[in-house]
């Protein structure tokens, strides 16, 4: 079932010529939220179709989720008949969104000027590695490469002892919240005005603006206060606590969580050095070695209890396969199982809650090129070439 005409998003058409995630995600989103999202992909398809496992080849599940509820039409960009369903398609949408490098977009014919002059009420969305105002904008960009240009291998040296990146594609993902959001305050923009206008969001940007929340510190000021690190989030004890059979994760951080804690276990080190945060806050490494020596001596059972009666912030350890059989997730409805081609998937669901316009997950991921005809047809224009290669469209 399609969410297309429900959610808050219902009426908004997106031409989406992204790839790989961020991207993707964005749009995914969008789609969730009622967007009729129509993703152009060249004859071989989108490369994520590929890189991870699903029911048939070009169905990965990466794909398979941040493309869900999306209709799907290829179009070889090369050639004027592509051109052709491509200008046809911006006339009659709201949002344009891609993630190509900026020269390789206008080599096309569809710089932000270009499409603009077709619709000029459209938003327009780059989905760039690195800005176009500096010396990187034409560099390359993946997730692991940005990831060690804005500093997450660094602090999670200080954590284990030598750089990794996190277990996570995380600057796509940021990169892509960012991008839906720049996008929906380009609409809102749009809604009150009447103006379109260029978006730009850039990867490196996106994640030096992530990891400065905290990590900027002292070295905002001027002169520096201090290193460019928050030293809570990087101290080599902050990790989940051994428990006596197994792990907890807890904080125990502000003043009334501490004092419930010391007057429910009394742990011998307990003294007025560690009796507020912001004596806390200098020597937490101190702190969170000298709550490791105490929680191991109970089991995980035990202290998840007691920490719920204290109302102390605690959770046992997950893995990803868990959430599938979380409790709570269950409670909330979170996961939607939606038929498909080739059977049923459980989608991860829409994470957030409208009293009025809910979204949901919008449906299956088109195979390559399911929805050309249909899309042609909306347009007026009809198929015109086949072959091994390409499917193309011209006008009528």
């Known amino acids: 079932m399609s969410s297309r005409g429900s959610g808050p998003l219902a009426g908004v058409r997106v031409v989406d010529l992204t790839a790989m995630v961020m991207g993707p995600y964005c749009t995914q989103i969008m789609a969730d939220m009622g967007a009729d999202v129509i993703k152009v992909e060249p004859p071989q398809g989108d490369d994520t ?4 496992v699903g029911p048939v080849r070009g169905m990965g599940g990466v794909f398979v989720n941040v493309n869900r509820g999306k209709r799907g039409i290829t179009v070889d960009l090369r050639s004027d008949s592509g051109k052709a369903v491509l200008r046809a398609l911006i006339e009659r949408a709201d949002v344009f969104i891609h993630s ?10 569809f710089s932000y000027d270009e499409v603009a002059a077709i619709n000029p009420g459209i938003v327009y969305t780059n989905c760039y590695g690195y800005g176009r105002r500096g010396p990187n904008r034409d560099l390359p960009a993946y997730d692991d490469t940005i990831q060690a240009a804005c500093g997450l291998p660094f602090v999670q040296e200080q954590l284990t002892g030598e750089p990794n990146y996190v ?27 009447g103006e379109g206008q260029e978006v730009e969001v850039a990867m490196f940007e996106t994640m030096a603006s992530f990891m400065l929340v905290e990590h900027a510190n002292g070295a905002m000021f001027d002169p520096p206060l201090g290193p460019a690190v928050y030293p809570r989030t990087v101290a080599p004890n902050r990790r989940p606590y051994r428990t006596s059979d197994g792990y907890i994760a807890a904080l125990i951080y502000n003043d009334k969580h501490w004092a419930a804690f010391m007057e429910a276990v009394r742990p011998p080190w307990r003294s007025d050095l560690y009796a507020t945060l912001e004596r806390r806050a200098r020597q937490i490494d101190t702190v969170y070695a000298l709550l490791a020596d105490t929680l ?11 920490f719920r ?8 350890l997950s893995s990803p396969a868990m959430l599938f059989d979380d409790e709570h997730l269950d409670a909330v409805g979170f996961f939607e ?25 919008a449906g299956p991921a088109p195979e390559l090129g399911a929805d050309t005809d249909e899309v042609l047809d909306e347009l007026g224009l009809a198929l015109v070439e086949v072959n091994a290669d390409t499917e193309r469209a011209g006008p009528v």
């Open 49 to 52: 179709r590929y890189v991870s």
């Open 100 to 109: 190509m490098r900026s020269k390789a977009v206008a080599r096309l014919g």
């Open 167 to 193: 277990g996570t594609i995380m600057a796509d993902k940021v990169a892509g919240l960012t991008a839906l959001y720049a996008t929906m305050m380009a609409l809102f923009h749009r809604e009150r005005t």
């Open 296 to 306: 191991a001596q109970r089991t995980t059972a035990e202290w998840l209890d007691l």
């Open 309 to 316: 009666e204290l109302e102390i912030p605690a959770a046992s």
């Open 337 to 361: 199982t939606v038929e498909t081609p080739h059977g049923p998937v459980r989608f991860p669901g829409v994470p957030t809650w409208f009293s009025r316009t809910p979204g949901r997950v």
